[in-house]
Every structure is written in structure tokens, then in C-alpha cells.
């Protein structure tokens, strides 16, 4: 029986078109990357397992990709663990490895691989694909290209001017105008978790708050109750969700609210320095807005976090996010190696471009010029000229049978290829060819001598 051609959910094939304007963003974003002073470097598709596990929290261990052992490795499989209804047990004894889920960690492993080889503080960018084990919908795919951007063995805040600068700029070039990124920082999280009397509980808080936009406040309340949350502590918690005003104006109301909680007043600090840095040093396009709500459920950062939302007339989740990690590394005996990175995110960037008509007209290098084929007698001549239009760089292709006229130039139509060149017996006698503009329709004859100079 016949295979059903489909690709699997959550992946996609792409067109000639799509990989131009794909490249167009690259380019863009890669550019924006080395004019900042970042280095490219490519880390392995997929990781050891313990590379990965225990670093996302326990949803981001869930949508691992992991991957089955094959050969002689199947005989590690715990049969007993099977025996005995240990499922889990015997499911961890079947896999070693997993693709990887960003590239963040990926990119901690290779510092603390690499450390002697580096100079820090290292710059680095990466734009490879990842893979989560995710349910697919508009601008959500198991499988996908991240654009990352990480600063790592300094702690200055001036580092997170940097990244946030990066994003403004590479923006502009894109040319995506209304962009949105809203800040917080984790410090002033686990001040608010230390105001309600629930700092062991701070994980289960940070994922609750990370849900506000898809539940709304009565739905983070409902969890948080049911996770032990006193009806005092989320009478606190709905004034601080309810503060208003700018960003330093909410700063302010914050910095009186927590005024007995060391860490989120060093929280408040360091962002009143980085958006004073950024006012003063006026940003293109993006606008940048205070947002306590903003948690990232991502349980590695430590310091300030960014999350970037697309302009407001295109309805798609967030296209960009990142933050300070000052212990990543130390998952792999690195200790006291700060890092900062934020990430772009590929796809919803394509799907905003497109949805905005910012892609350039004319990305697609296309055929300028067919040669139709005649068969023996002149078919080597034909050849011959494209290599000779190729060699200075003039893109060109020979139709490869002897088919007939009509439909050699039908071919030319659909690639839209305007210049038709025949060279048929009589040419070859006098050295000529037959120039065809498939827009106008007129033929003109030239001697080969002028071939070269026609198209350059």
C-alpha cells in the first residue's frame, strides 16, 4: 500500500520562498549579532540526557524529545523495573540521549567544556533548531530555529543594556515598528513570594504568576489556593497585580511595598538603573513596559527577565524573551560564571514579517536566462554559452531535453524566466543567437560575441 505523503504535526517543509525570506531574517539577525560583537558557534542536535533533565522544571522535562537506545545499548533496558510496575524507572533505562530543547544549556555545557579555550566575557550567537515535545498550533511547532544571544563571565548590568539594546536594533533592520518588551526581575519575584509569606514555595508561585495571560487573575488564584496560599497573601498579591502607572512610577509603589524585602529592593534597583541607562540613550523602536506579572517559568534565571511581544495589529504570542542565569553553569562544575541571553523567536518573527508585508519584493535569486535545447548539432554550443554566463556570475540553465518549443518556453513562463535564448542549426552556422523576451513576446538576433555583454 501506497504511503499518504504528510509531514508530521508540528513540522513543516519549506518552499524556494520561504527559505529566501527565511534567510533574510538570518542575515538580518546575524548581522545585528556580529555588529554587537558576538562570535557564531553550533552545539550537537541532541544532548546527553542528564545534559537536559531537571533545568526546565518539570513541564520542560516533559516536552524532551528524548531518543531511543539502539544496538547493544537496548540491553541496558530495565526489564525488572518493567516486571515490577516501575514504569518510570524503566522508561529513563531506555534513553541516554534527547534533542535538545534551546539552545541556553546547550551553550552552559559548552562554556564549561570550553572555558580554557575562551576569553572572557564570551560573546556568543546561535541559530540552529530545536525541538519540544509541544502541542502544535498558530506559531508553535515541535520543531523550530532559535536565534540566541548570551553574554557570560560578567556580572556588570550594563550587560543587560547590551542584550536589550540588541533587540531594538535588530528590529529596526527588520523593520517591525511597535514592538513591545516588557521587563521584570526575578529578585523582585522573590520578594513578592517573601511578602506572602511563601518563599519554599517560590517555584510553585513563579509557575502560577507565568499563567496570568492564559488563565487570568481568578485562575492563578484558584491554583495558588489549592496549593496552600492563605486568602491574606492573595489580598497582597491582587494590590501588587493592581499597581498602575509607568514604569518608575510602579517601581516606586514597589520599593515601599517591599521595603523589608532585601532581594526584591535589589531587584527594583538594578531595573531603575538598566531603564534610566536605556531613556537616556533613546531607543529606536522598541517600547519597553515594567511588567510585574512577567515570570518565565524557565527555572534558571535569576535576575532580570525580558519577554517581547509583536506588534499589537498581529496576534501571535511572544516573538522574543531572555534573562540573566547567574548558576547554569555550575550544573556542570563551572561556578561563578554569570550569564545574560535573550532569543528570538524565529518563527513568530516570519509569521509577524509576513503578516505585515515587511519581506523585500524581490528575495528569490531566480534563472535569468534559459537556453533552449535543440538537440544534438547545437545543444554543446547551447551548454557552452551557460558556462560562460555562469562564470561571470549570471544565473542560467539549459532546459535539459530535446521537448518541443512550446513547451521549453511554457517552462520559462511558469519559473518566470523573461530571457529565452535559442540557438538552434542555422545560429550555429552563423554564429548567431535568438534573444526572447517572454514579457513582450519580441525575438531578436545577436552574434554570440555579444553574448556576455547583453547580460552583464
Not at 550537537?44 to 516536552?63: C, Q
Not at 495571560?213 to 486568602?231: H, N, R, T
Not at 518573527?349 to 503578516?355: H, P, T, W
Request: aromatic share 10%; hydrophobic share 40%; with cysteine.
Amino acid at each position: 500500500m501506497a504511503i499518504k505523503p504528510s509531514t508530521l504535526k508540528g513540522t513543516r517543509d519549506f518552499s524556494a520562498i520561504e527559505i529566501a525570506r527565511r534567510n533574510f531574517i538570518k542575515s538580518i539577525l546575524q548581522n545585528t549579532f556580529e555588529h554587537f560583537g558576538f562570535e557564531p558557534i553550533e552545539t550537537p542536535s541532541f544532548e546527553r540526557i542528564e545534559t537536559l533533565s531537571g533545568v526546565y522544571g518539570e513541564e520542560g522535562d516533559r516536552l524532551l524529545f528524548k531518543i531511543l537506545n539502539s544496538g547493544q545499548k537496548i540491553k541496558k533496558a530495565d526489564i525488572d523495573s518493567l516486571n515490577k510496575g516501575f514504569l518510570q524507572k524503566f522508561a529513563r533505562s531506555l534513553t541516554e540521549k534527547a534533542l535538545r530543547y534551546d539552545l541556553t544549556v546547550p551553550f552552559a555545557r559548552y562554556v564549561a567544556q570550553h572555558q580554557n579555550e575562551l576569553t572572557f566575557p564570551f560573546r556568543r550567537y546561535q541559530i540552529q533548531p530545536v525541538w519540544r515535545a509541544d502541542r502544535p498550533q498558530h506559531g508553535r511547532f515541535q520543531e523550530f530555529y532559535q536565534c540566541d544571544a548570551d553574554i557570560v563571565g560578567e556580572r556588570s548590568l550594563w550587560q543587560e543594556i547590551e542584550v536589550l539594546s540588541l533587540y531594538d536594533y535588530a528590529f529596526f533592520n527588520l523593520k517591525i515598528e511597535g514592538v513591545r518588551l516588557k521587563v521584570n526581575h526575578r529578585k523582585i519575584i522573590s520578594g513578592i513570594a517573601g511578602l506572602l509569606g511563601a518563599e519554599e514555595r517560590l517555584v510553585d508561585f513563579t509557575i502560577a504568576l507565568d499563567k496570568l495571560d492564559k488563565v487570568g487573575k481568578e485562575g492563578i488564584f484558584i491554583e495558588l489556593k489549592e496549593k496552600g496560599f492563605s486568602e491574606s497573601s492573595l489580598e497582597i498579591l491582587n494590590e501588587l497585580i493592581n499597581i498602575s502607572g509607568n514604569s518608575s512610577d510602579q517601581l516606586k509603589k514597589l520599593k515601599n511595598l517591599l521595603a523589608r524585602q532585601s532581594d526584591g529592593i535589589e531587584g527594583i534597583n538594578e531595573l531603575e538603573f538598566v531603564l534610566k541607562q536605556l531613556d537616556s540613550n533613546l531607543l529606536k523602536t522598541i517600547v519597553i513596559d515594567f511588567d510585574l506579572t512577567l515570570a518565565r517559568g524557565l527555572h534558571y534565571y535569576t535576575g532580570m527577565i525580558v519577554e517581547v511581544s509583536a506588534p499589537k495589529d498581529v496576534k501571535i504570542g511572544s516573538i522574543g524573551g531572555g534573562g540573566r542565569y547567574d548558576n547554569l553553569t555550575e550544573t556542570f562544575g563551572l561556578k561563578n560564571m554569570s550569564g545574560i541571553g535573550v532569543s528570538f523567536g524565529f518563527e513568530r518573527i516570519y509569521l509577524v514579517m509576513e503578516a505585515l508585508d515587511l519581506f523585500p519584493k524581490a528575495l528569490l535569486t531566480k534563472t535569468k536566462v534559459l537556453f533552449v535545447n535543440f538537440g544534438k548539432g547545437s545543444v554543446e554550443l547551447a551548454y557552452s554559452c551557460v558556462s560562460q554566463l555562469r562564470n561571470k556570475n549570471i544565473s542560467s540553465e539549459l532546459y535539459p531535453s530535446e521537448a518541443k518549443l512550446k513547451k521549453q518556453l511554457g517552462y520559462a513562463n511558469q519559473k518566470e524566466i523573461n530571457n529565452v535564448v535559442m540557438i538552434g542549426p542555422d545560429e550555429v552556422a552563423a554564429k548567431n543567437f535568438v534573444l526572447k523576451d517572454m514579457e513582450s513576446g519580441t525575438q531578436t538576433t545577436y552574434p554570440l560575441t555579444d553574448l556576455i555583454n547583453i547580460f552583464s
